[in-house]
């Protein structure tokens, strides 16, 4: 058993937890080992074992290892954090202020949205080894390599913290009675996302508010110029105009899902190739419709191709240029009899 | 949009009796409803996901073959995938080119033919809950008699209400003579012909069809229909595409060299539900398919027409729009 003040020096993570929830579930070990290897094994960390019992742990971080102490059940630093049924992480940095915090549950993805979403708020690290070199130097004006490692894996932890399906009963019977919000369990880009999220949630503000996937745009919110395009089984749907508590079991891909890692999807690079767009804000909803369009029964004319196309409207008038992209792949298709997804 | 209460249903029987109670509405596409929800011109405190019925019961979202040569259409069916239909584009070409010529693509992939029957009659005056509206508000007044009315109906308005029926399936439904097939909380069956589901506005504007609280509609049959495999369905817009009619027609004819055997003539865009004229079906039987034959249909169909400030356009615009369809159509 530990004491916070032991930590004193080196980052600290404290996650609360509700008592159902077991931190030793192999998957969160997964899914720290991913993150890790996402972030290029920046301070040559390596997640050792989770384990213990109790409302709460904390990891604390080396340069070389982390080991995941067992602190003493005390309810007074939950209270002191302000913590209360909902599950919350806190990064506490070497000078032992409080860097980082989520309460309640979170909707970032997986654990390479986590390390670019941090990576983007995080000033450049200070080298681990100035500290080494400079031990008498106050840290503060920066964050240590460990410091970031730190936050981005209690961002995952924070992630594997938020209930799954078998605890979606648990979960609502803690919810006040009055509110409607369910664990929503969504299949995006062949990932599982589960969102607590009211049944008047549409598709599209779960994925851009709640899970973080902004590549589908809002444009009119009334199903009128398809800049939420998203495919839903395989068929170009308006994600605006469904709830999110619908497409339950049902396979979603959003834009972020088209490429096959940097290798952009033929229709993407058609885009590009063909000046398909201007100012950008319709191309992820017209190049999501323009990849389902060439599974549909369409003829092959560009006036075809304009009316297949009529529900995705451009404001810059770029439609000559995606006539074009959508041609392109169409006559590539048939060149290469290759199906249109990859 | 006000928070609802969410349920998914799993069979028909649980689905329509959740359907009956106050203040709750049935959601498959929803493409109209989240529409008007986000709107607050829907307001459900219960919202019933029906889409699992197909699940358990696939016949629901399916096309099949009626006995004596119709096609009975689910439901749940998509538009997408009943437009695209080969035994509906060779059979009911009026009924495939009235829902290509509906919407957008990703809206045929979400909106059910049920659906897509029993969209809301409405006018821009409808979507705005800061102006009076009949239809919204029973009582309220109508601010499209005498407001901006270029879009309103023509056919079959009343001092309550000249709000536009915008879909343009079920123009080709009541042309057709289809049957609608209908699930109620009872547990029972029941069919009423197509002509039958909607109303006009009359003094009641709020209510737009004969359909009960908790009802469902769960099949549409096509009738076998020899002058089905001649139609067409012809839409003007003020746009080439994803717009709604200002006016369309619905035709189909069985001839006998150049004499018109019988027609069907449905009319939209311009009527306050989805608009059969007999009148003008009576004037093409037994006639020789001259623009004097189309011309005489034409004016029959829009005698009855009730023009306002805006809209009167609409009267020559729907006689060219049907003479249009009449000739092709018997070309």
Redesign the interface.
Known sequence: MHRLSDFRGSPVVLAFHGAQWDPARAEHIETYNRLIASLGGVAGTRLLQIGGTGPWRDLSFTDASLSLPVLAADLAIAERYGVGNDPAVFVIDSTGVVRWSQVGPISLANPTDVARAISVVAAPFVDARDEVEAPNEEPSTGWTRRDFVATALAAAFALALRPVEAHAERAAALAPPTH?A?LVTLMVNGRELSLSL???V?LLDALREYAGLTGSKKGC???QC?SC?VHIDG????SC???A??QEGRRITTIEGLATGDQLHPMQQAFITNDGFQCGYCTSGQVM?AV??LD??WGPTDDDV???????ICRCGAYPGIVAAVQEVRRAQATNGGGNRQ | MIDFEYVRATDLASAVRAGAAASTRFVAGGTNLIDLMKLDVERPSHVVDINDLARRDPSLAAITELPGGGLRVGGLARMRDVAWDARVRERYPVVSQSLLLAASGQLRNMATIGGNVLQRTRCPYFRDTAMPCNKREPGSGCSAIHGINRTEAILGTSEQCIATYPGDLAVALVALGATVHVHSPSGQERTLPFASLHVAPGTHPDRETTLRPGELITAIDLPALSAARRSLYLKVRDRASYAFALASAAVAVEMDGRTIRNARVGLGGVATKPWRSQEAERLLAGKPATEATFHAAADAALAAARPHRDNAFKVTLAKRTLVRALTEVTA
């Open positions: 409607t369910r009211e049944p008047r549409t919110d009334h199903g398809g395009t068929r170009r749907e308006l105009l469904t709830f508590v619908m419709s389902a369009v549909e029964p304009r009316e297949a196309m009529s529900g995705n």
